[in-house]
């Protein structure tokens, strides 16, 4: 289950890259804890790219009801199963 998770971990990190990108910035693992968006890391077009990347990846649907502004990536990775 460990190693499962580290590749989820590797794919939103990459997710996460492809966005911070334009603003110079580079993904960390300790990033996957803090709300981005609420934070104002990334925008909020970023914020919703990063959830259909996400969507699109692992062929799920996020409910909005688990978005919000304080959503972490760790908040969408516990809605991959």
């Known amino acids: 289950?460990?190693?499962?998770?580290?590749?989820?971990?590797?794919?939103?990190?990459?997710?996460?890259?492809?966005h911070l990108k334009k603003y110079n910035k580079k993904a960390n693992v300790k990033m996957l804890n803090i709300p981005l968006y609420q934070e104002g890391i990334i925008d909020s077009f970023d914020f919703i790219n990063i959830i259909v990347d996400i969507e699109k990846e692992f062929k799920i649907k996020i409910p909005?009801?688990?978005?919000?502004?304080?959503?972490?990536?760790?908040?969408?990775?516990?809605?991959?199963?």
């Open 64 to 81: 909005v009801s688990k978005i919000s502004p304080k959503t972490t990536m760790n908040n969408l990775k516990n809605e991959i199963k």
């Open 1 to 18: 289950m460990k190693k499962k998770s580290e590749e989820i971990n590797k794919k939103l990190l990459f997710f996460l890259n492809k």
